[in-house]
C-alpha cells in the first residue's frame, strides 16, 4: 500500500550536518505517523525519532535529542530528517518507516510499523 523512498546519506565528518529525505507513495501518506530508525553492523535496529500525521507531535531518542529534528510536509508526501553535529557513533543505515494503523500511539517499537524503506547509510568520520 505504501511505498518509500529514501535518500540523502553520504559520508560526513564529524560535526557536520545532513538532511535525510523519505518519499512516499500515494494518497494515504497523511493518515500514517512516521518514524526514523537506524541501524548498526551487529546492532539491533534503534528508535530515532517519529512525528505524528499532522506534526503535532514529535518523539526523539535521547541518544539525538538537541541534534536531530524530524518534520514532514504532507503536500509532498516526503518526511524529513535533520541531522547536525553528527558524531562517529551516529554511523548506521537509516530507515524510514510507516506506522501500522493497529499500533496507533506506539512509537517506539519496530513492529509498530509496517512499511520501511531501504534504508541509506550514514557515515560520520572523526
Known amino acids: 500500500q505504501v511505498q518509500l523512498v529514501e535518500s540523502g546519506g553520504g559520508l560526513v565528518q564529524a560535526g557536520g550536518s545532513l538532511r535525510l529525505s523519505c518519499a512516499a507513495s500515494?494518497?494515504?501518506?497523511?493518515?500514517?505517523?512516521m518514524g526514523w530508525f537506524r541501524q548498526a553492523p551487529g546492532q539491533e535496529r534503534e528508535f530515532v525519532a517519529a512525528?505524528?500525521?499532522?506534526?503535532?507531535?514529535?518523539y526523539i531518542a535521547d541518544s539525538v535529542k538537541g541534534r536531530f529534528t524530524i518534520s514532514r510536509d504532507n503536500a509532498k508526501n516526503t518526511v524529513y530528517l535533520q541531522m547536525n553535529s553528527l558524531k562517529p557513533e551516529d554511523t548506521a543505515v537509516y530507515f524510514c518507516?510507516?506506522?501500522?494503523?493497529?499500533?496507533?500511539?506506539?512509537?517506539?517499537?519496530?513492529?509498530?510499523?509496517?512499511?520501511w524503506g531501504q534504508g541509506t547509510q550514514v557515515t560520520v568520520s572523526s
Open positions: 500515494g494518497r494515504t501518506f497523511s493518515a500514517h505517523a
Open positions: 512525528i505524528t500525521q499532522s506534526s503535532s507531535s514529535t
Open positions: 518507516a510507516a506506522q501500522s494503523p493497529f499500533y496507533s500511539g506506539s512509537y517506539y517499537a519496530t513492529r509498530a510499523y509496517n512499511y
